[in-house]
């Protein structure tokens, strides 16, 4: 099967080819451009991870050192014990204000004593949800916080100030917070050193902190810085990333997310758990919501930090970006570059170009089989000219061996129809005048433009010839027939007439009877009565046998009378004294049956062994080869009064379907052969002439809208041809009126066309045909305005 396949004309091809060898070179150009822009990208971003560790390390540190140093300073004022007098320690709070004036991410510093005195000093600027909660307007910068005890009770006064630290209003409620209690102030008093907490969410507002303390020296007093860690999320916001990156710092002990360059919760748990992961997983890419990121994973390990790590995806594509840019760049000039080309080159392909289409053109008058057309083609291209030079001799070989083949091959075609039509001295016509009427019903169509002949048409030599092949070949199936069974001329014939074999037991029944007569003379019965006893006796024998030969030409349609009589002549015997199971072959004796081999023998009978089976070809592999119908059960039925009792004909239903076969066969045959494309046509063409326009015909039961024109007209070529033929043997030839009458009845019936029909009689082909193959007396006149449909 041939394989549709794209195909480039040769200017396409040549343009194709430069543009591909281009475009390797650009390729691989490109791909060169993009794997070392991978490894500067790589570098980079190892260089921006770098970049970034040591930096934020370096934040980090500074933030320890800043709170170590001053706190450890703080520790050494001997103000501490006096921090909460009212307004009377300008000292302390001064220091609290410079320090936290430094740096904008302390959120507050504060002293815890031993009989439970607090003081503090809280940033308000370094949240605005700190105002809120204090309800404090802008002019107010700082907020003083004391708890002391007084009669037993805890008094908390908060004093807010302004940036020149005046006082701007006072508050006072009672409290239960007691510092000695806490965390930050419990191990402060164990350590002899600086103590930092594990970062905890403040309060008073949604940040994340950290708590400093120390122990002042020889005293239970202790020193408290509190740091907002929402200033490293600052941090880490400000610094100058590729855009779309994210930077995490993650406390893995913890299993906490401190801080962040992009909007999080912080109690994000599946981000918490995705971070631990990479950690864990020493992953270097993530894919986050369809996009790709490079991840870099750094531990934060230091002097004042452990077990936190800077954790940073940087994403793929912006890395990538401006090399894709220079690499699209690239491209661009690439493409440019072939568009100024592809002019060029196509005016310069012209040269190749117009010789190659103008042998195209030569090689498709050769597949067109238009040999005496093709001609030489010039060319400056020498290899070129050569080859034109050889395609038109080329047409010409080719054209020879097509002739000659097409010779031999239509030779073998009408050797093939005359060896079926020898086959039978009977039928020897048939295979020779069917495409005589078949060419000359196609022909008339094909001249006619309107109803169902507008698109058919005869258009060239080989149409013809597929149509011509179709009709001498649309009884091969013949061949596989027995000559027997095509030239049954009476019921009990085989391979000869078997009516005398059955005239022999008459005449031995006769002789039986006459032998009676003289053994009963010898008896010295009456003469007389014997004589008149035996001529009745003998002329009844006569009578039927006489009535059996008659039956046995098959001229009448059987009565039911006359089958009965048969079965009554069946019930005469006659008595064998032979083995008839001697001199036979071996298939003979295989249908050989215990009930035939009986001494009194039935004058005419139906035995056992007349039936013979069939072996192949059963229904069910008759219907898978897309055939319907009934296959009868057996290959052949001998019996003699089954033969004999056929109604119509000398067929047995049989023989009948032995002789429908025939086509069955043709359309199995004419399947095999490999018709090249001009004749594809021709198994249907041939093999749907016993067809109806009903789906009453053998053997596939197609209709009208399943069969072809030249399929419908042979059709009616065939049933014409074996209406008016005048060598069959089993009927008298039919005159052209009685021959056009049964025609219009089966046009009628829908058995063929009525449009073909009546073509055939206005195109005066019937009478045509007639005056040159049929017999004078068959000749009579027609009146086809009977048969006409006159609307």
Same mark, same amino acid.
């Given at each position: 099967?041939?394989?549709?396949?794209?195909?480039?004309?040769?200017?396409?091809?040549?343009?194709?080819?430069?543009?591909?060898?281009?475009?390797?070179?650009?390729?691989?150009?490109?791909?060169?451009?993009?794997?070392?822009?991978?490894?500067?990208?790589?570098?980079?971003?190892?260089?921006?991870?770098?970049?970034?560790?040591?930096?934020?390390?370096?934040?980090?540190?500074?933030?320890?050192? /800043?709170?170590?140093?001053?706190?450890?300073?703080?520790?050494?004022?001997?103000?501490?014990?006096?921090?909460?007098?009212?307004?009377?320690?300008?000292?302390?709070?001064?220091?609290?204000?410079?320090?936290?004036?430094?740096?904008?991410?302390?959120?507050?510093?504060?002293?815890?004593?031993?009989?439970?005195?607090?003081?503090?000093?809280?940033?308000?600027?370094?949240?605005?949800?700190?105002?809120?909660?204090?309800?404090?307007?802008?002019?107010?910068?700082?907020?003083?916080?004391?708890?002391?005890?007084?009669?037993?009770?805890?008094?908390?006064?908060?004093?807010?100030?302004?940036?020149?630290?005046?006082?701007?209003?006072?508050?006072?409620?009672?409290?239960?917070?007691?510092?000695?209690?806490?965390?930050?102030?419990?191990?402060?008093?164990?350590?002899?050193?600086?103590?930092?907490?594990?970062?905890?969410?403040?309060?008073?507002?949604?940040?994340?902190?950290?708590?400093?303390?120390?122990?002042?020296?020889?005293?239970?007093?202790?020193?408290?810085?509190?740091?907002?860690?929402?200033?490293?999320?600052?941090?880490?916001?400000?610094?100058?990333?590729?855009?779309?990156?994210?930077?995490?710092?993650?406390?893995?002990?913890?299993?906490?997310?401190?801080?962040?360059?992009?909007?999080?919760?912080?109690?994000?748990?599946?981000?918490?758990?995705?971070?631990?992961?990479?950690?864990?997983? =020493?992953?270097?890419?993530?894919?986050?919501?369809?996009?790709?990121?490079?991840?870099?994973?750094?531990?934060?390990?230091?002097?004042?930090?452990?077990?936190?790590? %800077?954790?940073?995806?940087?994403?793929?594509?912006?890395?990538?970006?401006?090399?894709?840019?220079?690499?699209?760049?690239?491209?661009?000039?690439?493409?440019?570059?072939?568009?100024?080309?592809?002019?060029?080159?196509?005016?310069?392909?012209?040269?190749?170009?117009?010789?190659?289409?103008?042998?195209?053109?030569?090689?498709?008058?050769?597949?067109?089989?238009?040999?005496?057309?093709?001609?030489?083609?010039?060319?400056?291209?020498?290899?070129?000219?050569?080859?034109?030079?050889?395609?038109?001799?080329?047409?010409?070989?080719?054209?020879?061996?097509?002739?000659?083949?097409?010779?031999?091959?239509?030779?073998?075609?009408?050797?093939?129809?005359?060896?079926?039509?020898?086959?039978?001295?009977?039928?020897?016509?048939?295979?020779?005048?069917?495409?005589?009427?078949?060419?000359?019903?196609?022909?008339?169509?094909?001249?006619?433009?309107?109803?169902?002949?507008?698109?058919?048409?005869?258009? =060239?030599?080989?149409?013809?010839?597929?149509?011509?092949?179709?009709?001498?070949?649309?009884?091969?199936?013949?061949?596989?027939?027995?000559?027997?069974?095509?030239?049954?001329?009476?019921?009990?014939?085989?391979?000869?007439?078997?009516?005398?074999?059955?005239?022999?037991?008459?005449?031995?029944?006769?002789?039986?009877?006459?032998?009676?007569?003289?053994?009963?003379?010898?008896?010295?019965?009456?003469?007389?009565?014997?004589?008149?006893?035996?001529?009745?006796?003998?002329?009844?024998?006569?009578?039927?046998?006489?009535?059996?030969?008659?039956?046995?030409?098959?001229?009448?349609?059987?009565?039911?009378?006359?089958?009965?009589?048969?079965?009554?002549?069946?019930?005469?015997?006659?008595?064998?004294?032979?083995?008839?199971?001697?001199?036979?072959?071996?298939?003979?004796?295989?249908?050989?049956?215990?009930?035939?081999?009986?001494?009194?023998?039935?004058?005419?009978?139906?035995?056992?062994?007349?039936?013979?089976?069939?072996?192949?070809?059963?229904?069910?592999?008759?219907?898978? =080869?897309? /055939?319907?119908?009934?296959?009868?059960?057996?290959?052949?039925?001998?019996?003699?009064?089954?033969?004999?009792?056929?109604?119509?004909?000398?067929?047995?239903?049989?023989?009948?379907?032995?002789?429908?076969?025939?086509?069955?066969?043709?359309?199995?045959?004419?399947?095999?052969?490999?018709?090249?494309?001009?004749?594809?046509?021709?198994?249907? /063409?041939?093999?749907?002439?016993?067809?109806?326009?009903?789906?009453?015909?053998?053997?596939?039961? %197609?209709?009208?809208?399943?069969?072809?024109?030249?399929?419908?007209?042979?059709?009616?070529?065939?049933?014409?041809?074996?209406?008016?033929?005048?060598?069959?043997?089993?009927?008298?030839?039919?005159?052209?009126?009685?021959?056009?009458?049964?025609?219009?009845?089966?046009?009628?019936?829908?058995?063929?066309?009525?449009?073909?029909?009546?073509?055939?009689?206005?195109?005066?082909?019937?009478?045509?045909?007639?005056?040159?193959?049929?017999?004078?007396?068959?000749?009579?006149?027609?009146?086809?305005?009977?048969?006409?449909?006159?609307?």
């Amino acid at each position: 099967m041939k394989i549709n396949r794209f195909q480039f004309n040769i200017r396409t091809t040549i343009l194709s080819t430069f543009f591909v060898i281009i475009g390797l070179l650009a390729v691989v150009s490109l791909a060169l451009q993009y794997y070392f822009s991978t490894e500067l990208a790589n570098k980079a971003v190892n260089n921006t991870v770098k970049y970034l560790s040591d930096k934020t390390l370096s934040k980090l540190n500074s933030i320890d050192k /800043f709170s170590f140093e001053h706190i450890s300073l703080l520790t050494l004022s001997s103000s501490l014990e006096d921090a909460t007098l009212k307004r009377k320690n300008k000292d302390m709070l001064q220091k609290f204000v410079t320090i936290m004036s430094h740096q904008d991410y302390i959120y507050a510093m504060y002293v815890g004593q031993e009989n439970g005195d607090f003081y503090e000093v809280i940033n308000l600027n370094i949240d605005p949800s700190l105002r809120i909660k204090y309800k404090s307007p802008q002019d107010e910068r700082w907020l003083v916080v004391k708890i002391i005890t007084q009669n037993n009770k805890r008094i908390k006064i908060q004093e807010y100030l302004d940036s020149s630290l005046r006082l701007k209003r006072t508050e006072t409620v009672l409290t239960s917070y007691n510092p000695v209690k806490r965390p930050w102030y419990k191990k402060a008093l164990q350590s002899q050193n600086m103590i930092k907490t594990d970062p905890y969410m403040f309060s008073n507002f949604d940040s994340l902190g950290v708590t400093y303390s120390q122990k002042a020296t020889n005293t239970n007093t202790v020193v408290s810085m509190d740091i907002s860690l929402g200033s490293i999320t600052h941090f880490l916001q400000k610094q100058e990333l590729i855009k779309g990156s994210k930077l995490y710092i993650y406390n893995k002990k913890h299993n906490q997310l401190i801080a962040s360059n992009s909007n999080f919760e912080k109690t994000n748990t599946t981000l918490s758990m995705t971070l631990k992961n990479l950690i864990e997983s =020493d992953t270097k890419s993530l894919e986050v919501s369809n996009k790709n990121y490079f991840v870099s994973v750094v531990d934060l390990k230091s002097k004042y930090v452990s077990d936190e790590f %800077l954790i940073l995806l940087l994403p793929e594509e912006e890395i990538m970006k401006p090399y894709i840019e220079k690499i699209t760049l690239s491209i661009y000039a690439n493409v440019i570059l072939l568009l100024i080309m592809m002019p060029i080159i196509w005016y310069t392909s012209k040269i190749i170009i117009n010789p190659i289409k103008s042998l195209e053109e030569e090689n498709y008058k050769i597949k067109n089989r238009n040999f005496n057309k093709v001609v030489s083609v010039d060319s400056h291209i020498k290899e070129l000219d050569s080859l034109s030079n050889s395609m038109v001799s080329m047409s010409h070989s080719i054209e020879d061996y097509e002739i000659a083949q097409g010779k031999l091959m239509d030779s073998i075609i009408e050797l093939i129809a005359s060896a079926i039509d020898a086959k039978s001295e009977y039928t020897a016509g048939h295979g020779k005048r069917v495409p005589i009427i078949t060419m000359m019903i196609a022909e008339k169509a094909s001249e006619i433009d309107t109803g169902i002949f507008k698109d058919f048409s005869l258009k =060239d030599d080989e149409a013809e010839r597929e149509l011509k092949i179709a009709a001498l070949l649309h009884d091969c199936g013949k061949i596989t027939t027995p000559e027997y069974v095509v030239d049954k001329a009476t019921k009990l014939e085989t391979i000869y007439n078997r009516i005398h074999e059955i005239r022999t037991r008459f005449e031995v029944v006769h002789r039986d009877l006459e032998i009676l007569y003289y053994k009963k003379l010898q008896n010295s019965e009456d003469k007389e009565a014997l004589l008149s006893w035996l001529e009745k006796e003998q002329s009844s024998l006569q009578d039927d046998f006489e009535f059996i030969a008659n039956c046995n030409i098959g001229g009448e349609f059987m009565s039911d009378e006359y089958i009965e009589r048969i079965q009554r002549i069946a019930n005469i015997t006659w008595t064998k004294n032979f083995d008839d199971t001697l001199g036979l072959s071996q298939n003979e004796r295989e249908r050989l049956s215990p009930e035939d081999d009986t001494k009194v023998q039935s004058l005419i009978a139906d035995k056992q062994n007349h039936i013979i089976k069939r072996t192949r070809y059963f229904q069910e592999e008759y219907e898978s =080869d897309g /055939f319907k119908g009934e296959v009868p059960s057996n290959l052949y039925n001998l019996g003699e009064v089954y033969n004999l009792s056929v109604k119509k004909g000398t067929l047995t239903e049989e023989e009948r379907f032995k002789i429908n076969e025939h086509i069955i066969m043709t359309i199995k045959m004419l399947d095999q052969l490999p018709f090249p494309e001009q004749l594809k046509n021709v198994p249907e /063409f041939a093999g749907a002439h016993h067809e109806t326009l009903i789906g009453t015909g053998y053997p596939k039961q %197609l209709t009208k809208e399943q069969m072809s024109i030249p399929a419908r007209i042979m059709a009616v070529a065939d049933i014409f041809e074996a209406l008016t033929a005048s060598d069959r043997p089993y009927k008298e030839p039919k005159k052209l009126s009685e021959s056009i009458k049964i025609l219009s009845s089966m046009a009628k019936d829908q058995h063929i066309d009525k449009d073909i029909f009546e073509l055939f009689l206005t195109s005066g082909v019937y009478k045509e045909y007639g005056e040159k193959f049929l017999q004078p007396d068959q000749i009579d006149e027609v009146d086809i305005s009977k048969y006409i449909n006159k609307n």
